[in-house]
């Protein structure tokens, strides 16, 4: 048995505790573990608790790392376990993390997937094609894909993308204004029947 002969707080980092065994360093916790567990001064450990109390707080550690991703905007559950794996989490704990995650609602494939086509269909529109591949490179599954996909209609989307750029480009030089804008909108993914309509629409309105 080992006694717990100190926990103190780490220096600039409030959520960390050290632990003392036996009066040498033994390591150091999340501040959560330490609570939850009701960790005290005093407290003996068994070889058993002290493997058991490492796992959990490398768990929580990997929690903690996971949440604080997701704290700048949603993410796949496929970008979540690569930031995890790149941090240097085992597959096990990355694992029990993803669970608890989903458990909590903080890693929803769907609703990322609609986050990513919203996001994109308000500031930077984009084509069908493309949002799929998009969602495909996040490891989104294709059923939950072609769930979000349909409901973007290309057509608006185009003309949305391309009015903004059109307002930048020269008034009387037509070859110009297709050959730019329509680069442009391929780029975004869009056929070049949507690409030559959008075309003809914004250059007709710009005449009239």
């Known amino acids: 048995m080992s006694k717990i002969t100190a926990l ?20 150091s916790l999340e501040a959560e573990v330490v609570i939850k567990e009701s960790l005290q001064v ?6 058993s608790q002290i493997e058991a109390l490492t796992k959990l707080n490398h768990f929580h550690r990997c929690l903690n790392a996971a949440t604080h991703y997701l704290g700048y905007r949603p993410r796949s559950e496929f970008e979540v376990k690569e930031r995890l794996l790149r941090r240097g989490f085992d597959d096990n704990t990355i694992e029990a993390v993803i669970v608890n995650l989903k458990e909590q609602g ?11 086509k919203e996001n994109r269909d308000s500031f930077s529109p ?8 998009e969602l495909r490179q996040k490891r989104i599954a294709d059923d939950i894909t ?30 110009g204004f297709q050959r730019r804008l329509g680069a442009y909108l391929k780029r975004r993914g869009f056929s070049y029947e949507i690409i030559n309509n959008t075309i003809k629409r914004l250059w007709s309105e710009r005449r009239d």
């Open 8 to 27: 103190r707080i780490g220096k600039g980092q409030k959520k960390r505790v050290n632990m003392f065994l036996d009066d040498r360093f033994a390591c």
């Open 42 to 47: 005093g407290q003996e450990l068994s070889a």
């Open 146 to 175: 072609g769930q979000v996909i349909k409901t973007i209609d290309d057509d608006d989307s185009a003309y949305r993308a391309a009015l903004s750029k059109a307002r930048n480009l020269p008034r009387a030089d037509y070859p």
């Open 126 to 133: 984009r084509s069908q094609w493309l949002t799929k591949l």
């Open 106 to 116: 903080l890693v929803d494939d769907m609703a990322f997937a609609q986050f990513w």
